[in-house]
């Protein structure tokens, strides 16, 4: 069987490397991919089980797939998804994992999705829908109790300002409405009530007619700076949200009875409605991203169309399920007959980041704020068996070989019977990698967060 996962980041990798060890697959297309995959037993040019495609546009996507006799894609990441991919796919009579084009309104429109839990009683908080940024003001001016500013679109999931104040409050009014740091997408914004409890990402396949909800969940660390680093929180004007600097598996409240609630008050009325009031035979992934407040209560405080980047990165890990059944069960709507098995290890992703660096002129404060590319990636030969790494923001020089490209640039994943264990693993061969600073005498740029899975 063949593969074609669409798609370049990190979560985008690892779904690929899952299809790979699927015993029916023997070939997995990775389109754009990354050249990261090129440094891996299963990119690499000797055996080339994962193939680097480039296609320019998603009809050429489509005449690849119908060429190649390509049995399923998988679109790992909401822009494409939102861009239509599988409409044009589908139109052509190929299998594929993930929404239409109209169902992506589910995550990137954050009001329709609020309107539409409201109405059919799934918990979240209280919330207000502006346009108008004068009116959000006198909104949060009035209400006297802590926000969450969103931008509606999607924001590659760093749309959301947390807020302790009401001129914070105001300042991220400005940020998403007037500055437009998220572009468009925040034209219109949500005012949400800051929560506080834990929170969890919890995933559940759809095929058109069955839910398999995913009775294993993790949790994404999205804030860019450990707790205690006041230094770069200060740096940088708060502990500013990143699309996910590390996450761990199984989530520390991971027990049957939280799954059962959530599948009973959350997941169940959402695919209720999706299916049968609004009519989706909905085929792919929803996230569920959630909070558990000290008083035990649970709200939604977004619904996404794919896997979370890193979530999904641990989870694969624990997950024996051959993901290429999984897959064909989606798009063939028996989901119904797939049984979920999880491996009896714990699994920590610690994200390497693009740190402060040396610019031309000045410094770059590096990610989440602005960053340098191009330094060389060094180390990945010493990473010891049994790590998986993820590649996400990286390029091909042809001097210097790997490169960093983004500000996460790539994900070190281990497991371990304990999680001590798998922190202790991971971190050990996190430091192990250097980003060559060329600027700056070669110094170390790579930044990671140390308190994953704490
Ligand atoms: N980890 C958060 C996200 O994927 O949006």
Request: with cysteine; proline share 5%; hydrophobic share 35%.
């Amino acid at each position: 069987m063949k593969v074609l996962v669409y798609g370049s980041g990190g979560r985008d990798h690892c779904l690929a490397d899952k299809y790979a060890d699927s015993q029916h697959v023997d070939k997995v297309y990775f389109a754009p991919g990354n050249p990261g995959i090129l440094q891996t037993p299963k990119g690499h040019e000797e055996r080339r089980l994962i193939e680097l495609v480039h296609l320019k546009d998603f009809g050429e996507a489509a005449d690849f797939c119908v060429e190649r006799g390509v049995d399923l894609v998988d679109v790992g990441s909401e822009n494409p998804l939102e861009e239509g991919l599988i409409d044009v796919l589908n139109d052509r009579g190929i299998r594929t994992i993930g929404p239409r084009k109209d169902y992506v309104k589910i995550e990137s429109d954050r009001a329709f999705t609020d309107d539409l839990l409201r109405r059919i009683g799934v918990p979240k908080p209280e919330y207000q829908v502006f346009d108008d940024p004068e009116k959000a003001k006198t909104y949060v001016r009035n209400i006297g109790y802590q926000v969450v500013v969103k931008a509606n679109g999607l924001a590659a999931g760093k749309g959301a300002i947390v807020c302790d104040e009401v001129p914070d409050a105001i300042a991220a009014i400005d940020k998403v409405m007037i500055e437009a740091v998220f572009g468009e997408s925040g034209n219109r914004v949500v005012v949400e009530e800051r929560k506080y409890g834990t929170e969890l990402s919890f995933f559940a396949y759809l095929d058109g007619e069955h839910v398999l909800p995913l009775k294993m969940f993790a949790q994404d660390y999205k804030p860019a700076f450990d707790p205690d680093d006041r230094a770069s929180i200060e740096q940088f004007g708060g502990n500013l949200n990143t699309g996910g600097t590390g996450c761990y598996c199984p989530h520390k409240l991971v027990s049957p009875w939280l799954i059962n609630r959530i599948i009973k008050e959350i997941v169940n009325p959402t695919v209720n409605e999706i299916y049968n009031n609004l009519g989706w035979p909905y085929k792919g992934v929803l996230y569920f991203g959630l909070n558990l407040d000290p008083y035990d209560n649970l709200d939604v405080f977004e619904i996404n169309v794919r896997h979370g980047d890193p979530e999904w990165e641990v989870l694969a890990r624990k997950l024996s399920t051959d993901l290429f059944e999984m897959g064909m069960a989606v798009w063939e709507g028996s989901l119904d007959q797939i049984k979920q098995v999880w491996n009896n290890q714990h699994y920590v992703d610690v994200i390497a980041m693009e740190g402060r660096s040396k610019a031309s002129r000045g410094w770059n404060k590096g990610y989440p704020g602005r960053y340098g590319k191009g330094h060389k990636i060094i180390g990945l030969d010493e990473i010891e068996r049994g790590i998986a790494i993820y590649f996400a923001g990286v390029d091909e020089n042809p001097q210097k070989g790997l490169v960093t490209y983004g500000g996460r640039v790539l994900h070190v994943v281990a497991g371990d019977p304990t999680l001590k264990g798998a922190r202790e693993k991971a971190y050990r061969n996190i430091k192990k990698l250097v980003f060559l600073d060329h600027n700056n005498n070669g110094a170390n740029c790579l930044r990671f967060r140390h308190t994953i899975g704490l």
